[in-house]
């Protein structure tokens, strides 16, 4: 597999944060807590409003499974994700925005039920331009978050303020209007070009018990949906509610609150096993609702004015379909309760009755919808469902992904299209996100105010209060922002030309690099992505094969690339190519490879330490000459592959089996691709036969030591030069980014001849990190410093140049001169 085929199919940038990824709608929170942090509520308002478009209401509401893979979770506690964005919409700009409406559509859409899917669907579709007509049976809109969530959780004025913007939209609302009755499945089948059904659960679940019909005994849903619509619902002294959900704890607060003397919840399982929200159970308890477990009802009679609730003990034996653990009846344990009032909330059911006359629509065995899980289609063409009259009761943001799901579907079925395409991103999603959170300090979450429990009493004011400003920009402070973009934070590369490097390799693939070829030629090749990446990718890599490729098409090298090839003919060529075995002509071991950029800065530094090697290793032979790396690097492979053959068929020509180093390039490329040749370094030799004469003898100096990119993954090298340093006496700093993590100079890659204004700007960048006096083993980093006016030096001067402290401001070499001291250099050893 070709790296850039890697980097698509491995590279995690482009994933959302976990707690975006686990969001069925994909809200950006990470984006909206930056901006809260800031105090910039209503941007941040507006950004989240891009996706959920009832931040108020869900900000109460939600179940928050993004809180659940908060990596925040992973130092102390998740951030509170769901406060953070009620707090968005209690201090952003009030009123309401308007909403881009795409260019009107002369189709018309049915949308039946007005509960978050329902709601979702037609925002969703309404933005495209449908006309879109809302049926709601009851007289408000807003489905199960009107009539079915209690007002001290979701108070009325918040759900009005942001379903306002339904009918501001244009859609139109027919409340009161219930299917079946009012108005029939084959009208609108008729009359709208598509229909979703978001009906959701309006039923409670019938509970097979002797007098449940009794006077004094409710059904849970339809307990709450009186209440809620403010009609008169009498519960008094001692109340009992059955069951363990959301609509069993909301019954229970909810009759405290309409005079009742105490209330009881009876359920036939554990804390543990309860399925309502555990905060919601919290606060049941703190206001002073008992909760009675492993009990299970039998019977309900009335005797004497009083309801007789007959119940027996449970215990738990195997788990069942719901993967909680069956309750049993204990023999023996029933006992008998005195009650005033009896709310039966064991579930809920959907209302499909008004199905009964369009045919065609296929329902499960309890009663559900059944759809395309991907489409939302049902068995009857342009007829759509979800939300709850599919799943069975779920969670709001849920249905809330459904309706916009339905929305998708619906837009591509009018206009033809493939509805089940891509569907796979839609809804919670994993991400492959790796995110470091060692170090990071811990900082509990705050918590959340609630109006005090003194003050709760007969009235239904909100429980939850939410952040002040300053505890919202607080709280979402404590968010990691989490990302991987390790890379392009610190490649300057990358950061021009992507946001990351998945998002690079793609538009490669699609060509981009025919359309800027500069852009495959601006990367330094200096594989510091790939020390920083976690799944090992290397953009680099990817760059060289685009390089290649575009030399294959006739695209490169560019003609910004001339001036390399001038430079590696000349030094291939007779001015100044040279080969020369040892003293007397007899091969040794070894031969001296200084390279063409050790050449061109000093050609008496190279006759130094060729007289050095010979000294101390008898028989040392030299060669002038290229290894490819400019070749390499601007994507002429078989040039440099021909020119690493020719250098390992002149070192076996000399008689010799490997090559001394002394340029960080070369070291490097002929150590990984010329398999025939041995390697080491000149430093390696110095450190273990000792310094020329003199070179011990300096004045200590601190020097920042630049370790050059190629040279990263050579820690014999890199060592080696160190030990030198010191064994002169001088005192080596190590540079926040050394070693295996060390910055490319700039040069790297062949950039300058690209992109000038690039390579002076890394240049620079490097130099900034020093603290000192530069000093670096390789020759075009050195003049790369010196570009840039770092005071910089070689440290083959330290050991060989007394008076290497006058160089430490040497203007760098270029072109013509570079060429000069080449030719020099063979002088030289001609003569020697």
């Not at 459904?402 to 991400?431: F, H, L, M, Q, T």
């Not at 922002?481 to 950061?495: P, S, T």
């Not at 390399?564 to 060529?573: A, C, G």
């Not at 001296?592 to 028989?619: I, T």
Request: net charge negative.
């Amino acid at each position: 597999m070709s790296e850039l085929d890697r980097i698509i199919e491995k590279c995690s940038g482009c994933d959302m944060p976990f707690c975006q990824a686990a969001c069925p709608l994909h809200v950006d929170m990470k984006g909206a807590n930056a901006l809260i942090r800031d105090g910039q509520f209503t941007v941040a308002l507006d950004l989240i409003r891009e996706t959920l478009p009832f931040p108020g209401v869900m900000g109460r509401v939600c179940t928050y499974p993004c809180e659940q893979m908060c990596r925040r979770k992973d130092v102390d506690e998740p951030v509170s994700i769901r406060c953070l964005k009620r707090s968005a919409a209690d201090y952003g700009m009030a009123g309401q925005r308007d909403v881009t409406i795409d260019e009107e559509k002369e189709d018309r859409i049915a949308v039946v039920g007005s509960g978050p899917a329902g709601l979702m669907a037609a925002y969703e579709l309404r933005k495209m331009g449908y006309r879109v007509t809302v049926f709601e049976a009851q007289p408000v809109l807003g489905g199960m978050l009107a009539v079915g969530i209690p007002e001290f959780r979701l108070p009325r004025e918040v759900l009005q303020k942001e379903l306002a913007i339904i009918e501001k939209m244009g859609i139109q609302v027919r409340l009161n209007t219930q299917v079946g009755v009012e108005v029939k499945m084959a009208e609108l089948r008729r009359d709208f070009k598509a229909v979703f059904l978001a009906t959701g659960n309006q039923l409670s679940q019938p509970m097979k018990i002797e007098g449940s019909e009794l006077a004094g005994v409710f059904w849970g849903l339809n307990f709450l949906k009186e209440v809620n619509l403010e009609r008169e619902v009498k519960v008094r002294g001692r109340v009992a509610v059955v069951g363990g959900g959301n609509v069993a704890i909301d019954s229970a607060r909810t009759a405290l609150r309409l005079g009742a003397a105490a209330v009881t919840v009876i359920y036939r399982r554990t804390r543990e096993e309860m399925p309502a929200y555990a905060s919601e159970v919290d606060d049941a308890i703190n206001e002073g609702v008992n909760l009675e477990f492993l009990v299970g009802p039998v019977a309900i009679k009335r005797e004497g004015g009083q309801l007789k609730l007959t119940c027996t003990r449970m215990e738990l034996g195997e788990p069942d379909s719901s993967s909680r653990r069956r309750p049993l009846p204990v023999e023996g344990s029933e006992f008998v309760s005195d009650f005033d009032s009896i709310i039966l909330a064991v579930g809920q059911a959907p209302d499909t009755s008004f199905l009964g006359e369009a045919g065609g629509i296929n329902l499960s065995p309890e009663g559900y919808i059944v759809v395309n899980e991907s489409t939302l289609a049902s068995s009857l063409p342009g007829v759509f469902a979800g939300g709850d009259v599919v799943t069975g009761p779920k969670s709001v943001i849920d249905a809330l992904a459904s309706g916009k799901k339905a929305a998708v579907s619906i837009d591509r079925y009018i206009r033809g299209e493939d509805i089940n395409a891509g569907r796979e991103v839609e809804g919670p999603v994993e991400s492959r996100l790796k995110v470091d959170v060692a170090g990071v300090a811990r900082k509990m979450r705050l918590g959340i105010p609630t109006l005090p429990v003194s003050q709760r009493g007969s009235n239904f004011q909100e429980v939850e209060l939410g952040f002040s400003e300053e505890e919202a920009r607080e709280e979402a402070g404590r968010c990691l922002e989490c990302e991987c973009e390790l890379c392009v934070k610190d490649c300057q590369f990358l950061e021009m030309y992507c946001r990351t490097p998945k998002e690079l390799a793609a538009k490669f693939k699609a060509g981009y690099f025919r359309e800027n070829p500069l852009a495959p030629y601006s990367c330094n090749l200096c594989t510091l992505c790939q020390k920083l990446c976690p799944e090992d990718l290397h953009c680099g890599d990817m760059c060289r094969e685009i390089r290649e490729k575009m030399v294959a098409e006739g695209i490169g090298p560019l003609p910004e690339h001339e001036r390399v090839k001038i430079d590696q003919e000349w030094v291939m060529s007779e001015a100044f190519a040279l080969s020369k075995s040892g003293s007397g002509g007899s091969g040794g071991e070894w031969v001296f490879f200084p390279g063409c950029s050790l050449s061109a800065y000093s050609p008496e530094l190279v006759v130094k330490v060729f007289d050095y090697l010979r000294e101390q290793l008898p028989g040392t032979g030299i060669i002038l000459n290229c290894c490819g790396a400019p070749a390499h690097c601007i994507g002429v492979r078989p040039e440099f592959e021909g020119m690493l053959e020719r250098l390992e068929s002149e070192v076996n020509r000399l008689g010799a089996v490997g090559v001394l180093l002394a340029c960080p390039e070369c070291y490097h490329l002929i150590k990984r691709n010329a398999s025939g040749l041995k390697v080491r370094s000149v430093y390696e030799v110095m450190v273990e036969k000792g310094l020329p004469d003199g070179a011990g003898n300096q004045t200590p100096h601190a020097f920042s030591l630049h370790d050059s990119c190629t040279a990263r993954d050579e820690t014999e090298l890199m060592d080696s030069v160190r030990d030198l340093v010191t064994m002169m006496g001088h005192q080596v700093e190590e540079m926040a980014y050394s070693r295996d993590k060390t910055r490319c100079c700039g040069a790297g890659g062949m950039v300058p001849y690209v992109d000038l204004g690039l390579y002076l700007k890394l240049a620079e960048r490097r130099a900034n990190e020093a603290s000192s006096d530069m000093l670096t083993y390789c020759a075009a980093c050195r003049e790369t410093f010196a570009a840039v006016g770092k005071p910089s030096v070689h440290v083959l001067d330290l050991v060989f140049s007394p008076d290497w402290p006058e160089g430490l401001y040497k203007p760098p070499g270029m072109g013509k001169a570079r060429r000069e001291k080449q030719a020099e250099l063979k002088k030289l050893l001609m003569k020697s």
